[in-house]
């Protein structure tokens, strides 16, 4: 699943007439950036949430013939849901006991899908969230064997502990690229709008969520103007 809904607020002027998911980096809309990324590693099929100018990226889709990808759109015209409730309001589309790929749009990258979901499958994980060590306000507590136990924003000193690890926890940034097996559904209570980091918080208590970090991997999060001109610039396109 493609998360491309969000409205691109932090990209203005340039997202006033185009969604985020069409902005383009070394010429090329950050959507076909993902697919193309995603299709190196065998995926056919894709479900893709929409809301803000979500024709526009029906359109480019309808255009490219789909990328030759059984493509699926979960519409959030009428409401943005967050990941969390995005994720939700695609449960449909889905199948039981069945391990996918979430994949935030503006993100690039060039992380190995197959060497993370060997990882996810082998350790039997509910998730694994794909992390790094770098700078941000806003962390993932993890205890030596990489199990989610908290959260922190450091620049809010809110902290959420669900979790008490046996050593100091370590802090890593959330890489926007996850890998879920299907049996969560039967466990988000959640309702409404609502993230996927409250759905991860909570149920680390008792359910294997695990970090895959991937230092060494490129990795762009196209949020902001200085990171959308570094990674037209740095960027190695690798399929």
């Known amino acids: 699943m493609i998360f491309a809904a969000g409205k691109g607020t932090r990209l203005k002027p340039l997202t ?16 076909e950036h993902v697919i193309k990324h995603l299709k190196q590693f065998g995926v056919n099929e894709i479900i893709i949430n929409v809301h803000y100018l979500a024709e ?4 480019f889709l309808k255009t490219k013939n789909y990328f030759n990808v059984q493509f699926h759109i979960s519409d959030e015209s009428d409401l943005l849901l967050d990941t969390g409730g995005g994720l939700k309001n695609a449960a449909t589309f889905f199948n039981t006991h069945e391990n ?4 935030n749009v503006d993100v690039l990258s060039d992380i190995d899908l197959n060497e993370m979901m060997n990882e ?12 790094r060590n770098r700078h941000s306000n806003r962390y993932l507590l993890f205890d030596d064997e990489l199990q989610l136990c908290g ?14 690890g046996y050593n100091m926890l ?36 008792n359910y294997k969520i695990k970090a895959y970090l991937h230092q060494n991997s490129q990795w762009y999060d ?6 959308l001109i570094e990674a037209d610039k740095y960027y190695k396109i690798s399929y």
Request: aromatic content about 10%; charged content about 20%; proline content about 3%.
């Open 100 to 103: 996918f790929i979430v994949y």
């Open 16 to 31: 006033d007439n185009i969604p985020k998911a069409l902005i383009k980096v070394k010429g090329m809309p950050l959507l």
């Open 151 to 164: 959260w922190e924003n450091t620049k809010t000193s809110q902290k959420i502990i669900s979790r008490m």
């Open 222 to 227: 196209i949020g902001k103007h200085d990171t």
């Open 120 to 131: 996810h499958i082998k350790n039997g994980n509910l998730a694994t969230l794909a992390v």
């Open 170 to 205: 370590k802090p890593f940034a959330f890489s926007g690229i996850h890998l879920i097996n299907s049996d969560i559904f039967g466990l988000i209570t959640e309702e409404g709008v609502f993230s996927m980091t409250e759905v991860y918080i909570r149920l680390a208590k």
């Open 56 to 59: 526009q990226i029906k359109y």
